[in-house]
């Protein structure tokens, strides 16, 4: 029997390369768009900065499933019919975005106002401001809860299974559907999962501390 | 009353400036005229509108009428008397040409001290970054801290800090330098070698504006002393008349008075 699970191994993979294909999806589409909306939050004017508050508060506060079924049953009521691979990737994106811009307004606002100041009067734009001053300081209070966030992507890309997307968690119930070897199995998959947030956790862990240098 | 004695045009030209937080005046139809190669300090009581005024120069703060103008030119609104805000891009421009360096140092953590000095060299004056590595040096040998090129602003004393902070501001090569209480926020054995550093920039003829506690140090080194009170200039003159004894101005004299049987 052991065999059997031998024999679905490529099946698997294939199932954990989806995984991690929405995965990386989600954590740069989320990161884009996050940043974007977490500078108009901080910088931006009144109605953008109401405009991304709305959307991040709404989307945090909705369960990310229910999310998820309103992109892929909810919206084709008003003609947008995405793929439940698009419709799962974008409903993730949706709530890791809400959290992303959190984490930037987080990191930027603790940038003291002095540093700003210090880089107008040598005469920096704002963008060379943001690039130069604000983003090199704000990145190390960043990346923590962004790494969190990270791991938490991978473990949530698990409920694309349930839009019937064959990601390694699908993989891994069609695979004990047939062998019914459900407790190898699961402790397979949770491996695999622990395995690439570790590697994650301890490349953020090198990556905190190549950025400890800077103290304010 | 002694005015910049000479006739040519002054380099800083605020007239009847203007400002208010909400309900509060800080500023009140303030004038002041800056030559070339002056070094005018302003002193005056908290919350009488100095570092406002000075903030006004560099356009770090807006005001709401009157006008400033540096070298013929209006700081932060467009010229022909619109009060129209100057774009980001030329906003920078005016900028870069006054310095600044501040009461809370404010050096770039994530960055050396020549990185410091490097970045407005770089990204504002367009050089190559070999061209501003050397004017770094330079400036920092200026200011004693040639060996400390490479440190970061943690590894700096707070004297050391500042000294970097001024050396960052006139490696821009600034018409004009504005100091805010660049010496309050330093341990009283470290202001000696700050005040150095400014000394002999006046000495080299680098036009300053400088708001200052630091009586001995306006007395000995400025051109003229402005006294700031309630939001205007209450008075204006060389060091030994405003800082004289006797004055008339009433609000100077309480100033004085007081600030005498606190540091002396």
Same mark, same amino acid.
């Given at each position: 029997m052991l065999s059997q699970t031998l024999y679905a191994l490529p099946f698997l993979a294939e199932g954990f390369a989806l995984t991690l294909w929405v995965s990386l999806l989600v954590v740069v589409l989320s990161l884009i768009a996050g940043v974007l909306l977490g500078v108009g939050l901080v910088y931006g004017p009144a109605p953008l900065r109401w405009a991304v508050r709305i959307f991040s508060d709404t989307i945090r506060g909705i369960p990310i499933l229910v999310l998820m079924f309103f992109v892929y049953y909810g919206l084709p009521a008003v003609g947008l019919h995405l793929q439940s691979f698009w419709a799962a990737v974008l409903a993730l994106t949706l709530f890791k975005t809400a959290q992303v811009v959190e984490y930037v307004r987080g990191a930027v606002a603790s940038i003291p106002k002095g540093q700003s100041e210090a880089a107008m009067a040598i005469g920096l734009t704002f963008r060379q401001r943001l690039t130069s001053v604000i983003f090199p300081q704000a990145f190390r209070r960043f990346l923590p809860p962004w790494i969190n966030g990270v791991t938490d992507a991978v473990k949530g !890309?698990?409920?694309? !299974?349930?839009?019937?997307?064959?990601?390694l968690m699908q993989a891994i119930n069609q695979v004990i559907g047939r062998t019914y070897e459900a407790m190898p199995l699961y402790i397979l998959g949770a491996l695999i999962y622990f395995a690439v947030n570790y590697a994650l956790s301890y490349a953020s862990r090198r990556l905190e501390r190549r950025f400890a240098f800077i103290r304010d | 009353m002694a005015t910049s004695s000479n006739n040519s045009p002054a380099l800083l030209d605020i007239a009847e400036v203007s400002k208010s937080f909400g309900p509060v005046a800080v500023l009140r139809s303030v004038s002041l005229q800056v030559a070339k190669g002056e070094v005018v300090t302003i002193i005056g009581p908290s919350g009488s509108g100095k570092t406002t005024l000075l903030r006004c120069v560099n356009f770090l703060e807006s005001y709401d009428s009157g006008s400033i103008r540096i070298d013929g030119k209006e700081v932060g609104y467009r010229d022909a008397g619109t009060r129209q805000r100057r774009g980001e891009r030329d906003l920078a421009a005016m900028r870069a040409e006054t310095g600044m360096v501040f009461q809370s140092f404010n050096?770039?953590?994530?960055?050396t001290a020549a990185g410091n000095i490097m970045l407005g060299l770089t990204k504002v004056r367009g050089k190559s970054s070999a061209e501003a590595r050397s004017i770094a040096e330079h400036w920092l040998g200026r200011v004693g801290l040639a060996h400390k090129a490479d440190s970061l602003p943690a590894e700096l004393s707070g004297g050391q800090q500042q000294r970097v902070g001024i050396a960052r501001a006139v490696a821009m090569e600034p018409k004009i330098l504005l100091l805010d209480?660049? =010496?309050? *926020?330093?341990?009283p054995e470290l202001v000696g070698e700050v005040l150095a550093v400014v000394k002999s920039l006046a000495e080299d003829g680098m036009t300053m504006v400088m708001v200052t506690h630091e009586m001995a140090f306006a007395r000995d080194a400025s051109s003229r002393i402005v006294f700031m009170a309630d939001g205007g200039v209450s008075a204006v003159g060389p060091p030994k008349e405003v800082l004289a *004894?006797? =004055? =008339?101005?009433e609000r100077l004299r309480t100033f004085l008075a007081r600030f005498r049987a606190s540091h002396f």
């Open positions: !890309s698990a409920l694309v !299974s349930l839009l019937g997307i064959t990601d | 050096l770039f953590p994530h960055l209480e660049i =010496t309050s *926020a330093l341990d *004894a006797e =004055t =008339t101005n």
